[in-house]
């Protein structure tokens, strides 16, 4: 039940600030939908994301993917994407970002949970973890209204040594407002 409100609160705040950023930014704001993997995880992915653009050149993504694996749940990141243009069609983009997950974490008490995280202070997360995303995607437009999107990024945990990193691999197609 925890994890529910906490992915209902999470849409709630995400989708409005997409909504009035893209009131600000006229012809920019996209919704879309992916699929993919997380490699170093062993699991698939499937989830929702806004991207509105913030100048020509950059772009950022937020958006919440929901993991196919036992004691996973969600990870939900923004992103940030400096957008180069290889055709009027075709962009390519290197990505860095921050996100907050429970990958490979099953639930447990708090006084049994690892001395990294009680020193950190982030035992209120009860097995949520913080990470960086670094990599690189590219877009193909369809059509003015729609395109489609793959990704590569590392996701780092943090803290440092308490996971191993995973690789999250995602295509995606998603519609322009």
Not at 32 to 47: P, Q
Not at 145 to 156: A, N, P
Request: hydrophobic fraction near 45%; glycine fraction near 10%; aromatic fraction near 12%.
């Amino acid at each position: 039940m925890k994890k529910l409100l906490l992915s209902i609160f999470a849409l709630l705040v995400i989708i409005p600030s997409l909504n009035c950023a893209s009131a600000q930014i006229d012809e920019d704001f996209r919704f879309g939908v992916h699929a993919g993997a997380y490699l170093g995880a062993n699991a698939l992915t499937g989830g929702v994301y806004g991207t509105y653009g913030l100048d020509d050149w950059l772009n950022m993504e937020v958006g919440v993917n929901y993991i196919l694996k036992p004691y996973s749940f969600l990870d939900v990141y923004c992103d940030l994407q400096v957008l180069l243009e290889i055709t009027s069609f075709w962009h390519i983009f290197p990505i860095v970002g921050i996100s907050i997950h429970n990958i490979d974490t099953p639930p447990r008490p708090l006084e049994e949970m690892n001395p990294l995280i009680a020193e950190s202070g982030l035992t209120m997360l009860d097995g949520w973890t913080p990470g960086i995303n670094i990599g690189m995607g590219v877009y193909y437009d369809l059509s003015y209204r729609w395109r489609v999107s793959g990704q590569i990024k590392m996701l780092r945990r943090l803290p440092q040594g308490m996971h191993k990193s995973s690789i999250i691999m995602l295509c995606g197609i998603d519609y322009n407002f």
